[in-house]
């Protein structure tokens, strides 16, 4: 099979969202009258960002999922993709697997594979994503203000868990394992979700991270400061489980793909509107503070110690 070959059996499919799609040296794309482009780049490196073995299916959602994730963390609508793939050989098996999960995430959510390239070498993927969002109206992480209310989607530290088990740190109830795992594996990027916050959100950001980690770049970037409980930190961790491991799944643990946003209080009706509208829950876990620092407190009010904030990849 050709390079050529790969890339019409696997990644091309109708593109009706563009003016041009895969096979020619760029894709053309029109950007609404009063939308701005919405642009961001995930990169997946086995070894790195995923172990070698896993199903090709998976990653095929995955690659795609923390894109999606990114575009839902600035409330824009997810319109087109390209895909850079660096493979060790062309396994029709792995090719087939890995473009159907990108292709059902990508059929969820109206985004269209429009071009991308395709090299051998380590397995790697990489995925640019395009959105578009009303001009002026993207959330950012610039702007928090001193009495917000901090929120996240969903739950956090299953991911984290999940990797835990599979690196033998750890043995989960099964419940717990096959929570930990599906989050790991296949997370539901928030994008319904960034599109009910804006005008409503103060700031947003999701957490690829960990929580500490991605609160930290919204704090940095709105000169900040926040005020978590940690007990209100919405967790489905296994009874029992070691309380180390605990706090670095939910407070530094990263890739679970939920959103992190800040609205002022006199919106939390709306808040909890959107939560019933889109059956997601959303939770309330501290507010944003004068000053720099993220203080997390204990039920009994004392500032916990944190050993470490997040994934790092250069620290
Ligand atoms: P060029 O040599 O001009 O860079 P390529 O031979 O790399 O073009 O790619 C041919 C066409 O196939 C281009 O339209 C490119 O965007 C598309 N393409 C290449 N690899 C992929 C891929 N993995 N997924 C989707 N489209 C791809
Ligand atoms: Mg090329």
Redesign the pocket.
Known sequence: MS??DL?RRY??RPTPGAILG??????LLHVQDGMELAVSTDMLVSGTHFLPDTDPFLLGHKTLAVNLSDLAAMGAIPRWA????SLPHADEDWLRRFSEGFYILAGEHGVE??????TRGPLSLSVTIMGEVPRGQALRRSGAEVGDDIWVSGTLGNAALGLAYLQGQVVPTQDARAAGLAALHQPQPRVALGLALRGVASSAIDISDGLLADLGHILECSHAGAELEFDKIPARMPSGIEEGLLRHCVLSGGDDYELCFTVPASRRSQVAAIAERLQLPLTRIGSISSGTDCTVRSKDGDAMTIKENGYDHFA
């Open positions: 390079e050529f890339i990644f091309t895969v096979g020619d040296d760029a894709a390209t895909l850079a793939l594979l429009v071009g991308g390239d395709t």
